[in-house]
């Protein structure tokens, strides 16, 4: 943007195969912004031709339109909102999706209630006056996002006290009272994660969440699995997220166990052969979950599956004696007794694995060092180091 003045907002949109949508976003966002100096920006994940329509809308748009094309989308819709946010220069930034569901024409009030200087955001809520998520297909999607309102809300009473709806994905927030180095991109619910790390101030405007424009949904299975890790890790760290993998690894360790000794297979090998599967399933988890962040900081795929095989194998060999004394001398269920040393294994496991198997190498724990200092206002260069953004237009 060098030689032109900042913009006020940045209408920052992060999009994944949104092409159909493009042009109509752009113009109803041009329409409804005429009394602020205004940019899109989309940073987009695509696999399709969605890059290409931007520019061609670029073009000839009626406000200026930004390319942002990550060809490695680090931390998801997450961390494409935040390299949003280190691209732009603006004094506020609004977050809306590409589909269309998040209205622009509610831009002004968004615009006009940041204007009054007395707060860091402004989010667009369902849960108010006469908001309404509507727009969200079938009864079964408008129970699980409200109940996932409830639990973010009870799972932080204080940061949300103010928020009706964090897990809305439109608003706009002050982009100097954002301290980007704290946030932890990943999943899709970025407000949640900017509301539970920053110290802010907050109001709300009702909105109606419409329909989708075109294409299709990307929300399934994966987004709520992602979202309870994010509330997780939020909450307490990445403990819980190792937690969370570990009990799913055991009830699907425990359940072999009892179906193998069911069928006639002595408890020990149902146990060593229900615990290889787990390591091997708990690891490819761990990686995609848990230590995502930190796997280019380290030790090679090859060199961390080995140490944590070795590891979890070694510690079961050692638990398995424990789990025969359990069972014949206590005449506890083999699947109790697993059970029981499982839970008793786990912070010796997450100790192990931080410690030692995602240990970042020596320069890049110099590089966190000399990076802790924390600044409030993001530098916008940062984005041209962004390992997942390159910049388009």
């Not at 969200?136 to 999607?141: E, I, K, S, T």
């Not at 699907?252 to 290889?276: C, F, H, P, Q």
């Not at 995609?288 to 070795?310: I, N, T, Y």
Request: glycine share 6%.
């Amino acid at each position: 943007m060098t030689g032109e003045s900042a913009p006020e907002v940045t209408v920052v949109v992060p999009t994944f195969n949104e092409a159909p949508n493009v042009a109509e976003l752009v113009r109803r966002v041009a329409l409804a912004s005429r009394d602020a100096a205004v940019e899109v920006l989309f940073v987009d994940d695509s696999s399709d031709n969605t890059p290409a329509v931007v520019r061609d809308v670029a073009a000839t748009a009626p406000v200026p339109v930004r390319l942002i094309h990550r060809d490695r989308p680090v931390g998801g819709l997450s961390g494409a909102v935040v390299a949003g946010f280190r691209a732009s220069e603006a004094t506020w930034c609004v977050v809306m999706d590409g589909d269309l569901q998040h209205p622009p024409e509610i831009l002004p009030d968004l615009i006009d209630r940041c204007r009054a200087g007395d707060v860091d955001v402004v989010v667009a809520s369902r849960y108010i006056d006469d908001g309404s998520g509507a727009g969200l297909a079938g009864a079964v999607r408008r129970l699980v996002s409200a109940a996932s309102t409830m639990l973010s809300r009870a799972m932080f009473p204080v940061r949300l006290r103010s928020c009706s709806d964090p897990m809305t994905g439109y608003f706009i927030v002050r982009r100097g009272a954002l301290g980007l180095a704290q946030l932890q991109p990943r999943g899709f619910k970025i407000l949640l994660e900017i509301l539970t790390r920053n110290e802010l101030r907050v109001a709300e405007i009702p909105f109606v969440f419409g329909a989708r424009y075109a294409g299709e949904s990307k929300a399934n299975l994966s987004q709520g699995l992602h979202f309870l890790l994010q509330v997780a890790s939020l909450r307490f760290g990445r403990m819980s997220r190792f937690a969370i993998v570990g009990a799913v690894g055991a009830l699907v360790n425990i359940a072999m166990v009892a179906l193998l000794t069911s069928m006639g297979v002595g408890y020990v090998v149902a146990a060593v052969a229900a615990a290889e599967l787990t390591i091997i399933g708990n690891f490819l988890l761990q990686e995609r979950l848990v230590f995502r962040e930190l796997r280019e900081e380290g030790k090679s795929w090859v060199h961390r599956f080995a140490q944590s095989f070795s590891f979890n194998t070694a510690e079961t060999a050692l638990r398995l004696p424990v789990v025969m004394l359990f069972v014949e001398t206590m005449h506890l269920a083999a699947a109790v007794a697993t059970a029981i040393t499982l839970l008793a294994a786990f912070l010796l496991r997450f100790t192990f694995h931080s410690r030692v198997v995602y240990r970042p190498r020596a320069s890049r724990r110099r590089e966190r060092l000399e990076a802790r200092p924390i600044r409030s206002r993001p530098d916008p260069a940062r984005v041209h180091r962004d390992p997942g953004a390159a910049q388009g237009i």
